[in-house]
Nanobody, 127 residues
Framework: QVQLAESGGGSVQAGGSLTLSCEGSGHTCMGWFRQAPGMKREAVAGIDSDGNINYASPVKGRFSISQNNDKSLLILQMNSLKPEDTAMYYC?????????????????????????WGPGTQVTVSS
């Protein structure tokens, strides 16, 4: 099974920025998830093969998801970071069609719709 590989995590002070990258191609639906200690994994943002994008409410206006031209790299630009953004961030992918992809990323338990995952990268935001 094709694996994904995240990079770009690290530690930053509140108000700072980080850019996460995920190497992986051949998927029609890709997303970023995060999981804080003791919390459930939650969807952060998703993008489908038509370029439709969805963001979770806590990150709207601060995070931006994108892909490079050949869609081999998924990027999450994170600005105005807050301590509550501290979590392990995961890249996920599947072959969902565009409409199904957007529905999935917004669903409760969205992670169940994605079959390919990266190992995660830690993001720590200090106050």
């Amino acid at each position: 099974q094709v694996q994904l590989a995240e990079s770009g995590g690290g530690s930053v002070q509140a108000g700072g920025s980080l850019t996460l990258s995920c190497e992986g191609s051949g998927h029609t639906c890709m997303g970023w998830f995060r999981q804080a200690p003791g919390m459930k994994r939650e969807a952060v943002a998703g993008i489908d093969s038509d370029g439709n994008i969805n963001y979770a409410s806590p990150v709207k206006g601060r995070f931006s998801i994108s892909q490079n031209n050949d869609k081999s790299l998924l990027i999450l630009q994170m600005n105005s970071l807050k301590p509550e953004d501290t979590a392990m961030y995961y890249c996920a992918a599947d072959l969902l069609a565009p409409v199904r992809c957007m529905t999935a990323i917004r669903a409760l338990g969205a992670e169940a719709y994605f079959r390919t995952w990266g190992p995660g990268t830690q993001v720590t935001v200090s106050s």
